[in-house]
């Protein structure tokens, strides 16, 4: 199963919106609401920030959200803060092969 | 509060052994799917292997399968897992996730332990 597509960087302005896509095929992203992001910051375990392709856990600010369209998730940060610099993955869930597959990861910085 | 504590992570010389460790506490460890994600040095997110709640069910990536077991002891809440036959590739830091079923998401994640295959 390869890997999602996420692009390597995005970057903002505090105050602006970006949007981070995570692309895959039929068979993960496109399939099921089974994609979740994840926030890491440098040195810092995984955070999960929206599960089920739009769902956001108690205590995520709701400046993060997420959706999908066809085999593209995407995840957007509104009101971009400087505490939002960080690495972004996405992650789908593989049915057919019980399995989990990752993006490689997108970089935001805060300008 | 939720909390993952991986141990047993070193140096290791390609084609010997290893076991990881994966203490939880803060919740009802045999109610959850556990998983094991790595991530190599300046790498992202690859998932390696998943164990149901009772330990009856168990899938891996197709870069683990054959050399890593997973398992775990519900009376110690505590996941392992074995890697025999270790390869420089294996090298990374591997974090035990908690997993959601059937949502299939980890919601929470420990600091992990690196493992560094080296000769």
């Known amino acids: 199963q390869s890997a999602l597509t996420q692009p390597a960087s995005v970057s903002g302005s505090p105050g602006q919106s970006i949007t981070v896509s995570c692309t895959g095929i039929s068979s993960d992203v496109g399939s099921y609401y089974l994609v979740s992001w994840y926030q890491q910051h440098p040195g810092k375990a995984p955070k999960l920030m929206i599960h089920e392709g739009t769902k956001r856990p108690s205590g995520v600010s709701n400046r993060f959200s997420g959706s999908k369209s066809g085999n593209t998730a995407s995840l957007t940060i509104s009101g971009l803060q400087p505490e939002d610099e960080a690495d972004y993955y996405c992650?789908?869930?593989?049915?057919?092969?019980?399995?989990?597959?990752f993006g490689g990861g997108t970089k935001v910085t805060v300008l | 509060q939720v909390q993952l504590v991986e141990s047993g992570g070193g140096v290791v010389q390609p084609g010997r052994s290893l076991r990881l460790s994966c203490a939880a506490s803060?919740?009802?460890?045999?109610?959850?799917?556990i998983h094991w994600v790595r991530q190599a040095p300046g790498k992202g997110l690859e998932w390696v292997a998943v164990i149901s709640y009772d330990g009856s069910n168990k899938y891996y990536a197709g870069s683990v399968k054959g050399r890593f077991t997973i398992s775990r002891d519900n009376s110690k809440n505590t996941l392992y897992l074995q890697m025999d036959s270790l390869r420089t590739e294996d090298t990374a830091v591997y974090h035990c996730?908690?997993?959601?079923?059937?949502?299939?998401?980890?919601?929470?994640w420990g600091q992990g332990t690196l493992v560094t295959v080296s000769s």
């Open positions: 996730a908690r997993g959601r079923v059937p949502e299939s998401y980890f919601d929470f």
């Open positions: 992650c789908s869930y593989v049915v057919r092969s019980t399995s989990w597959v």
């Open positions: 803060g919740f009802t460890f045999s109610n959850y799917a």
